[in-house]
T-cell receptor
Framework: DTGVSQDPRHKITKRGQNVTFRCDPI?????LYWYRQTLGQGPEFLTYFQNEAQLEKSRLLSDRFSAERPKGSFSTLEIQRTEQGDSAMYLCASRWGDTEAFFGQGTRLTVV | TQLLEQSPQFLSIQEGENLTVYCNSSSVFSSLQWYRQEPGEGPVLLVT?????EVKKLKRLTFQFGDARKDSSLHITAAQPGDTGLYLCAGRGAGSYQLTFGKGTKLSVIP
């Protein structure tokens, strides 16, 4: 296993379009996180899954954002009706229990 | 909301110099992690500290967790250009699922 994998690495979309990102965590990691990071800031928590259950959502996750982890393995993050303010790096991390969290390389979203 | 304040925000030093960056909070964390992030990449874990007063060394990097588990420091000895990057601290509170990140310290080591 080569670590947390995110796809795509880069996405440019027009305002108002929908986008979906995918995260493949490290095998057998039961906990999965999504974060958003804008320029000059640290990552901000968006949502958390334990297996397939979404146990925590940040207030940053507006109604236009939805995340799933249907089989407790990979996860998707969808943004509907994108806005310019959604432009950011979207990071996924996974961990097993209370061990360290490992991050993917992120998906860089640019909304034009 | 648990907040982590990192200082300094920016640091530019000459190769060979020593430096310390700080991570402070008014909250207690059950564990604290330090990451290094390069532009366009995800954060890479450097170390996790768990016990109050704990000191961990990773080659030229020394990490310390405060006795009260509210603060941490990262000391780099004889900095090298390869140390350039964004250093992030992240804490997990007791009973919390999420990692709370500081804004980071952007380090530039000039050859």
């Amino acid at each position: 296993d080569t670590g947390v994998s995110q796809d795509p690495r880069h996405k440019i979309t027009k305002r108002g379009q929908n986008v979906t990102f995918r995260c493949d965590p490290i095998s057998e990691h039961n906990r999965l996180y999504w974060y958003r990071q804008t320029l000059g800031q640290g990552p901000e928590f968006l949502t958390y899954f334990q297996n397939e259950a979404q146990l925590e959502k940040s207030r940053l996750l507006s109604d236009r954002f939805s995340a799933e982890r249907p089989k407790g393995s990979f996860s998707t993050l969808e943004i509907q009706r994108t806005e310019q303010g959604d432009s950011a790096m979207y990071l996924c991390a996974s961990r097993w229990g209370d061990t360290e969290a490992f991050f993917g390389q992120g998906t860089r979203l640019t909304v034009v | 909301t648990q907040l982590l304040e990192q200082s300094p925000q920016f640091l530019s030093i000459q190769e060979g110099e020593n430096l310390t960056v700080y991570c402070n909070s008014s909250s207690v964390f059950s564990s604290l992690q330090w990451y290094r992030q390069e532009p366009g990449e995800g954060p890479v874990l450097l170390v996790t500290v768990v016990t109050g007063g704990e000191v961990k060394k990773l080659k030229r990097l020394t990490f310390q967790f405060g006795d009260a588990r509210k603060d941490s420091s990262l000391h780099i000895t004889a900095a090298q250009p390869g140390d350039t990057g964004l250093y992030l601290c992240a804490g997990r509170g007791a009973g919390s699922y999420q990692l709370t990140f500081g804004k980071g310290t952007k380090l530039s080591v000039i050859p």
